[in-house]
């Protein structure tokens, strides 16, 4: 698990870093479940049908109007007034203005990525470790000692020894 958080987050980066190359077969190798990999392939199948139309159909100049043509059918004065409106027509350029908003957002949630990343590997150190300590306890349950048993949690030795002193026998 703590290295899928660590492949997931350097595959974010990397994705962002290049901006057009998406590494798509790094990101499959993270699907754990077959239902996973079944979104993640529509997920996969949609961005290129989106991808493919974007640089398909809006991404190419338009092929230029044969004016003549239309002069012979039309009639030149009618011709020559779309001509000169179409001429007039000023398609401004796009300006990202989204992606400076949220540029800064998204590196807070890397950052929150990043440290959520780090507190779970500890999380997960520190119960690796807890399962070693009962797996170790499981198999010296059968033959351990009070004594022995109380060297590893001597708060309990202090628990019992109050009760005992205290008279206190649990009823």
Do not use: C
Not at 69 to 80: E, N, Q
Request: glycine residues 4%; hydrophobic residues 35%; aromatic residues 12%.
């Amino acid at each position: 698990m703590s290295g899928a958080g660590k492949k997931v987050m350097d595959v974010a980066n990397q994705t962002f870093k290049v901006g057009k190359k998406i590494d798509w077969d790094g990101m499959a190798k993270l699907m754990v479940s077959e239902e996973a990999r079944k979104e993640f392939a529509n997920l996969r199948r949609a961005f290129d049908e989106v991808n493919q139309t974007l640089e398909t159909k809006f991404s190419q100049e338009p092929e230029p109007i044969d004016w003549e043509y239309y002069r012979k059918g039309i009639g030149s004065r009618l011709v020559d007034m779309y001509k000169e409106a179409y001429d007039n027509v000023k398609i401004p350029k796009y300006v990202d203005t989204v992606t400076p908003e949220y540029k800064p957002k998204f590196d807070a949630l890397l950052v929150e990525l990043k440290e959520a990343e780090e507190k779970s590997l500890k999380e997960s150190e520190r119960l690796e470790k807890e399962i070693a300590e009962v797996q170790e306890m499981k198999k010296k349950i059968a033959t351990m000692t009070a004594d022995e048993y109380f060297e590893k949690h001597p708060e309990l030795r202090k628990k019992f020894d109050d009760e005992i002193r205290n008279d206190y026998w649990g009823y």
